[in-house]
């Protein structure tokens, strides 16, 4: 079955840096696009990036536009979300996503980004 496994979170002070990982399995990954989530306290779930399957196109959340970027290792079936120059506001729980006949959601992996 499906499975997508988060890693990554943490603690982070205002401009640190962290890399969000997702381990993929259960279905053809380098065919899938993959999407990276987060939630923050009180608010819906937003996207906050995109790969198409071969990394080709990538799309972004205009509040992140700059200091995150995403990116994918089909050979390890995994999902990176690179993020810069974090702040607080980027704070959330961030869940990897895909589609297989209906939608798939890792468990979340906590940010927080505080001083």
């Known amino acids: 079955q499906v499975q997508l496994v988060e890693s990554g979170g943490g603690l982070v002070q205002p401009g640190g840096s962290l890399r969000l990982s997702c381990a993929a399995s259960?279905?053809?990954?380098?065919?899938?696009?993959m999407s990276w989530y987060r939630q923050a306290p009180g608010k819906g779930r937003e996207l906050v990036a995109r790969?198409?399957?071969?990394?080709?196109?990538?799309n972004y959340a205009d509040s992140v536009k700059g200091r995150f970027t995403i990116s994918r290792d089909d050979a390890k079936n995994t999902v990176y979300l690179q993020m810069n120059s974090l702040k607080p506001e980027d704070t959330a729980v961030y869940y990897c996503?895909?589609?297989?006949?209906?939608?798939?959601w890792g468990q979340g992996t906590q940010v927080t980004v505080s001083s």
């Open positions: 790969i198409s399957d071969r990394g080709i196109v990538t």
């Open positions: 259960g279905f053809t990954f380098s065919l899938n696009i």
């Open positions: 996503h895909t589609i297989r006949n209906r939608d798939y």
